[in-house]
């Protein structure tokens, strides 16, 4: 990538030193930019950095217009759980999916944020994008969620982010015997069209947003795409009320 990004700062150097190449042979002039980099390779470090700020720059105004475009399905579902404060003043959307290694990391950190700041509103998509026990895995909790409600479904949640073992209707059954729900109701409804529509249109809201992988998170107007550590998620949030 370092490379890609130093031709691209080189570049337009190259051309507008055209005339004075036409005046040297290319082999002397190599030599003279070549000699003039090693004497001064913080050059193109702080080219770089600019360039990847620039870059930064544009992804996220790219971002903040797919948010608010895509802003009714984030943020108005009726099909997403609702955790935290539900009138909190700042909002976090995270796409995941129970299979994700990344997304057992977040979640106890999530989790602590939630907890500790007391005035955040979490909505949970359910993405499920790493195979067939993850989609399983996924029905299982929609269908807790219309068979139980939100409690069960925030009991669910959490027990199969911290499952061992394959996920498996016999495993999940065990499971919600474990947390004295309905096994059978859950599993019986995990075929309705509802929950189907729900994993289907956040999966065609990850795509329009450019989301290819799990977690992945909106605070607010800002997109972050993979794993947060949970000081940087506070920052994120302090950005949000203005005091970053």
Not at 28 to 44: D, H, K, S, T
Not at 85 to 92: F, L
Not at 130 to 151: I, K, N, W
Not at 154 to 177: F, I, N, R, W
Request: glycine share 8%; net charge negative; proline share 5%.
């Amino acid at each position: 990538m370092k490379t890609s990004l130093i031709a691209a700062i080189l570049a337009p150097c190259l051309i507008l030193s055209a005339p004075v190449m036409a005046q040297e042979d290319d082999a002397e002039f190599g030599e003279r930019v070549r000699a003039y980099l090693l004497e001064n390779p913080e050059v193109i470090m702080e080219a770089v950095a600019a360039l990847e700020a620039r870059q930064a720059e544009v992804q996220t105004a790219a971002d903040a217009d797919l948010i608010a475009a895509n802003s009714d399905a984030l943020f108005q579902s009726g099909d997403d759980w609702i955790g935290g404060n539900p009138e909190g003043d700042v909002t976090i959307v995270e796409f995941f999916d129970y299979r994700c290694g990344y997304c057992r990391r977040a979640h106890p950190e999530v989790s602590e944020l939630i907890e500790s700041d007391g005035n955040i509103k979490l909505i949970l998509k359910e993405f499920p994008i790493l195979g067939p026990q993850s989609v399983l895995a996924s029905r299982f909790a929609l269908s807790t969620r219309a068979v139980a409600g939100d409690e069960a479904y925030g009991q669910v949640k959490d027990a199969l982010m911290t499952m061992e073992g394959d996920m498996t209707p016999d495993s999940l059954l065990a499971l919600a015997e474990e947390l004295d729900l309905d096994g059978q109701a859950i599993l019986d409804g995990m075929g309705e069209p509802e929950i189907e529509s729900t994993i289907s249109a956040n999966h065609a809201l990850g795509q329009a947003m450019g989301i290819s992988g799990t977690p992945s998170f909106v605070f607010g107007d800002q997109m972050v795409r993979g794993y947060v550590p949970l000081d940087a998620m506070r920052e994120l949030v302090e950005e949000e009320r203005g005091e970053g």
